[in-house]
Antibody
Framework: QVQLQQSGPGLVEPSQTLSLTCAIF??????????WNWIRQSPSRGLEWLGR?????????DYAVSVKSRIVINPETSNNQFSLHLNFVTAEDTAVYYC???????????WGQGIQVTVSS | QSALTQPASVSGSPGQSITISCTGT?????????VSWYQQHPGKAPKLMIY???KRPSGVSDRFSGSKSGNTASLTISGLQAEDEADYYC???????????FGGGTKLTVL
């Protein structure tokens, strides 16, 4: 059974970088079948897929157009986790952030517990 | 790109059946069999209930079923139970560079 455990700060100042980590238990970030995603949820924007990382003989990343210029998702194989870094945040980035295992076709089957991130000074 | 369209709320009595619709376009719901449904209780992460329009993950009750006609997908819950009261979200793969769209969510109230 896959379990995802998120960690990171709940408060980020405007224009700074939001950084979260998702630790994976029961699977490997470097598996040839897993796809590892970040999804956020806010009252104004609803559920919004942000990006993904996955390994298929080499590492791949895809990002949502809405955040493509500001986002980096990194796999961290030594700790079996993956991270989200969102730069130059504004109040619009205030949301609950989730990590998830899954894909666009068969759905997001496993989710982290979610972290409320507020962008405020 | 606009989110998929869901009714804001639906309600039903215990034992009844309800259906939640999810309307998109030929570029997403209508064009692919990649519609998923999620259940979300307050303060919890979404839970995958249906994927690829009609398939249920292991452990999901067979009271939950999915279907699709044209650009509209549907989630039906039969034999409503109090524990089904939650928010429900649809999602679909999209051929746009957005990759995946979510619906705005439907609040199910069990009367």
């Amino acid at each position: 059974q896959v379990q995802l455990q998120q960690s990171g700060p709940g408060l980020v100042e405007p224009s700074q970088t939001l950084s979260l980590t998702c630790a994976i238990f029961g699977d490997s970030v470097a598996s040839n079948s897993g796809v590892w995603n970040w999804i956020r949820q806010s009252p104004s924007r609803g559920l919004e897929w942000l990006g993904r990382t996955y390994y298929r003989s080499k590492w791949y990343n895809d990002y949502a157009v809405s955040v493509k210029s500001r986002i980096v998702i990194n796999p961290e194989t030594s700790n079996n986790q993956f991270s989200l870094h969102l730069n130059f945040v504004t109040a619009e980035d205030t949301a609950v952030y989730y990590c998830s295992k899954g894909d666009f076709w068969s759905g997001f089957a496993y989710w982290g517990q979610g972290i409320q991130v507020t962008v405020s000074s | 790109q606009s989110a998929l369209t869901q009714p804001a709320s639906v309600s039903g009595s215990p034992g009844q059946s309800i259906t939640i619709s999810c309307t998109g376009t030929s570029s997403d719901v209508g064009g692919y069999y990649y519609v998923s449904w999620y259940q979300q209780h307050p303060g919890k992460a979404p839970k995958l209930m249906i994927y690829e329009v009609i398939k249920r993950p292991s452990g999901v009750s067979d009271r939950f079923s999915g279907s699709k006609s044209g650009n509209t997908a549907s989630l039906t819950i039969s034999g409503l139970q109090a524990e089904d009261e939650a928010d429900y979200y649809c999602s679909s793969y999209t051929s746009s560079n957005t990759y995946v769209l979510f619906g705005g969510g439907t609040k199910l109230t069990v009367l």
